[in-house]
């Protein structure tokens, strides 16, 4: 073969394979197969349960205090430079704003620890089984606003945080507290607070199913004749 033969078979052959190059399709690039990983969906309730303790007002805080301690209270304490933690603040906050003396505020201290108890033991953290009475229903009430504190009291207390429903309609409402009362005088017994218990609340009914009349007699001595009509 010639040189110049030689030489046009090579560019030939070079346009050939420029040529097939030219003609195949863009390279796709490989897919990913789907993922294979199950999906857990939260049975109900659990959503809720799994953002417990994620408070946008909780920061972490020093503990001056254990489950014990927690409850004891001194009033002399409410003016110095005191932590304010513990049950303390708390009586003080409710004398203040209820205009309870003090012994009334120890009172219903018991009370609340009571059932806080028997919400711990029953797990009822949503409120689903347990009622309050009218007085620690208020001091619960005013435990909760103190947002600083409410939730590592109720992780040191209850080891979890208790939520208040303020959604029960009435007759709902006084048969939770007809069963809460109950079960605490089966419990703490003597120590329970059976006057305490059956206190009118705002709507004039009582924890024992009681007429409120009787109740509003019985728990403000001088002040009936503003109830009775006299």
């Not at 030489?7 to 030219?22: M, N, W």
């Not at 409410?78 to 933690?85: L, M, T, W």
């Not at 992780?155 to 409402?173: E, Q």
């Amino acid at each position: 073969m010639s040189q110049d033969a030689f030489e046009e078979e090579t560019v030939a052959t070079a346009a050939e394979d420029q040529s097939a190059v030219t003609s195949l399709p863009p390279s796709t690039p490989k897919r990913s197969e789907p993922s294979t990983s199950t999906v857990t969906v939260p049975e109900e309730g659990e959503e809720e349960e799994s953002k417990e303790g994620l408070y946008p007002f909780t920061t972490p805080r020093e503990e001056f205090f254990d489950k014990r301690t927690w409850w004891m209270v001194d009033l002399a304490c409410v003016e110095d430079e005191a932590p304010n933690q513990g049950a303390t603040p708390l009586v003080a906050r409710c004398m203040r704003v209820h205009l309870w003396d003090e012994e009334h505020a120890r009172r219903v201290l018991t009370a609340y620890k009571q059932f806080l108890i028997l919400k711990t033991e029953r797990k009822d953290w949503y409120g689903k089984e347990l009622s309050p009475c009218a007085d620690v229903e208020r001091m619960w009430q005013l435990h909760i606003v103190d947002m600083s504190n409410y939730y590592h009291d109720c992780m040191l207390l209850c080891g979890h945080v208790l939520k208040f429903s303020a959604v029960l309609d009435l007759l709902t409402k006084d048969q939770l507290k007809l069963r809460t009362a109950a079960t605490l005088k089966a419990k703490f017994q003597n120590k329970y607070d059976e006057e305490l218990w059956t206190i009118f609340d705002h709507f004039g009914f009582s924890a024992d199913g009681a007429p409120a009349e009787h109740n509003r007699s019985a728990c403000l001595p001088g002040l009936g004749h503003l109830f009775s009509g006299q």
